[in-house]
């Protein structure tokens, strides 16, 4: 009531945007999802962490293809087969080492947004999970990542109806509990 109508339409597609996002408390690995991200290193060669994980639930064929691929930038992404998980592709990408926060970090680590979501729809995903990049091992601080991870999703998400939801798979309360904060956060706001 009061708003012009381009206002009206402005905050009608944001709700659906926020709608298409979700915080899920689990292993990414057991998602039914059309592609999943991996947080890897610019070996592609595998790894601990969620990384590890994607690997032992996948099987030995997706490490025989990511070393085919022959690694990754920092920021870039890449796309296997998922073998024997639920997801279709998964996608590779590799995040910044936190450094302090001056060294680009944040930049890179958009852009493991940005090209993970434009490889999956480029491989016609309309569902993608994605664990919290850089902020295991690598050291990037949960809430700083979270808010690049959910500003970024948002945006894309805005220009790109053909993917039509993003999980954000948090592993623990914790992350589960920043996650949640921040998507009720952004969908509060009227940008
Ligand atoms: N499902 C969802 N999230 C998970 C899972 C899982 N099964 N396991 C861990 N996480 P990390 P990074 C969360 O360290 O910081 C690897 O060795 C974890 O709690 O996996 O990007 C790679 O090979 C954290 O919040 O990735 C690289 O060398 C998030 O996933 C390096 O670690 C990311 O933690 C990459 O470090």
Redesign the pocket.
Known sequence: MGDTQGNNNADSMDGQVDERMTAVLG???TLDVDAIVN???SSLL????????IHRAAGPELLAECRAIGGCPTGEARVTRGYRLPARLVIHTV?PVWRGGRKGEDEALANCYRNSLALAAQHGAHTVAF????????GFPLERATAIAVRETRAYLRDHPEIERVMF?C??AH?HNVYQAELGRVARQDV
Do not use: L, Q
Request: glycine share 30%.
């Open positions: 292993d990414i690995t947080a890897a290193n595998g790894g601990g962490g969620v990384d590890g994980a995040g664990p919290a990049i850089s902020t295991g091992v690598y798979a592993f623990g992350a």
